[in-house]
């Protein structure tokens, strides 16, 4: 499978990926497989399900763990980055196009002290929690448990 089809599989063609990095075959190792577990086990137990209620302090709530996982993200890309080049590619990707401008955004509003209410609407939350949901589930994917979740993931084996 190429990289192209597992994002395509996943509703994550939203990333912006080099045309060779798309068309190189996808297939994860002990190491990406490693990294994407524990990820996945972030992931599940942070982030809330796609229907978000908006509320400030459920936004500030998320903008939190957002920044946790830049956090635990960086820390396993240190730690198997080079090995787990198939983890590493759809990490960097989500990491740099979806939670970095989110975070940025977020941290100006706060700055300005106004109101994240009027910052963000609530089906920009829901856009973002849609995707972080699908990318769980690709994350599940290369760990060998999206079973363990019920948000909508279908397993896919290598």
């Known amino acids: 499978m190429k990289l192209s089809d597992f994002l395509e599989t996943w509703g994550l063609t939203v990333l912006m990926l080099d045309d060779s990095a798309l068309q190189r075959e996808f297939s994860p190792n002990e190491a990406d497989r490693l990294a994407a577990w524990i990820l996945h086990v972030e992931l599940i137990t942070r982030l809330p399900p796609s229907q978000?209620?908006?509320e400030e302090t459920r936004?500030?709530?998320?903008?939190?763990?957002?920044?946790e996982l830049f956090?635990?993200?960086?820390?396993?890309?240190?730690?198997?980055g080079c090995s787990a080049r198939e983890f590493a590619t759809l990490t960097v990707a989500v990491t740099n196009q979806v939670l970095r401008p989110f975070v940025?955004?977020?941290?100006?509003?706060?700055?300005?002290?106004?109101?994240?209410?009027?910052?963000?609407?609530s089906d920009e939350l829901s856009n973002l929690l849609d995707l972080l949901n699908r990318f769980t589930g690709a994350i599940g994917s290369i760990a060998g448990v999206a079973a363990l979740t019920d948000r909508g993931e279908s397993?896919?084996?290598?």
């Open 52 to 54: 978000f209620v908006f």
């Open 59 to 67: 936004a500030i709530a998320l903008l939190d763990r957002t920044v």
């Open 71 to 80: 956090q635990i993200i960086r820390s396993l890309l240190k730690l198997h």
């Open 104 to 121: 940025v955004m977020q941290q100006e509003c706060l700055s300005r002290c106004t109101p994240l209410r009027h910052c963000l609407h």
């Open 155 to 158: 397993p896919i084996e290598y």
